[in-house]
T-cell receptor, first 111, second 113 residues
């Protein structure tokens, strides 16, 4: 599969626990994005990377959220001390000039 | 801040009719406007996009128009089919080379056979 790959696809956790999601972009794409999507809403921008550099972070991203792309290839999104309001679909996308290609997403449920 | 408003939130049409979805954006520096289709439980997928140097673009049954002065753009689907049923999102970006996309809230389109 040469698309954007995300795992795990589903994660159920208890409030207060830490979770980490991984994204493997399309190999030649140097830009990688994280979005969050809740039911009935459009994708909400969180952060993006060009190669290993994190170029922008949304004001919505609290200190509990951190994203990395250490070698400019795959990326991880970690949420510390999860809260029920963090329950959402976390979408990764990658891009060369033009189309943004999304992964299938990682669905987080915080109990 | 940057914002994209999308209307209507739901749209129901009969098969064969046309559907129109409208978006307005706040950032006058936006120059790239894609439209994404998301079927239930699936990833958003690009269906058409337009850049600020053109006013209209067409691809078979789908067209997009852009009015930069008014800061709004629209998606037009003609001869709708049941498989067009999905959620459609508009988006805007300052940089068609790689800047972040700001998405609208989505329109759930239902095409009745």
């Amino acid at each position: 599969d040469t698309g954007v790959s995300q795992n795990p696809r589903h994660k159920i956790t208890k409030r207060g626990q830490n979770v980490t999601f991984r994204c493997d972009p399309i190999s030649e794409h140097n830009r990688l994005y994280w979005y969050r999507q809740t039911l009935g809403q459009g994708p909400e921008f969180l952060t993006y990377f060009q190669n290993e550099a994190q170029l922008e972070k949304s004001r919505l991203l609290s200190d509990r959220f951190s994203a990395e792309r250490p070698k400019g290839s795959f990326s991880t999104l970690e949420i510390q001390r999860t809260e029920q309001g963090d329950s959402a679909m976390y979408l990764c996308a990658s891009r060369v000039p033009g189309e943004l290609f999304f992964g299938e997403g990682s669905r987080l449920t915080v109990l | 801040g940057e914002n994209v408003e999308q209307h209507p939130s739901t749209l129901s049409v009969q098969e064969g009719d046309s559907a129109v979805i409208k978006c307005t954006y706040s950032d006058s520096a936006s120059n790239y406007f894609p439209w994404y289709k998301q079927e239930l439980g699936k990833r958003p997928q690009l269906i058409i996009d337009i850049r600020s140097n053109v006013g209209e673009k067409k691809d078979q049954r789908i067209a997009v128009t852009l009015n930069k002065t008014a800061k709004h753009f629209s998606l037009h689907i003609t001869e709708t089919q049941p498989e067009d049923s999905a959620v459609y999102f508009c988006a805007a970006s300052r940089d068609n080379q790689g800047g972040k996309l700001i998405f609208g809230q989505g329109t759930e389109l239902s095409v009745k056979p």
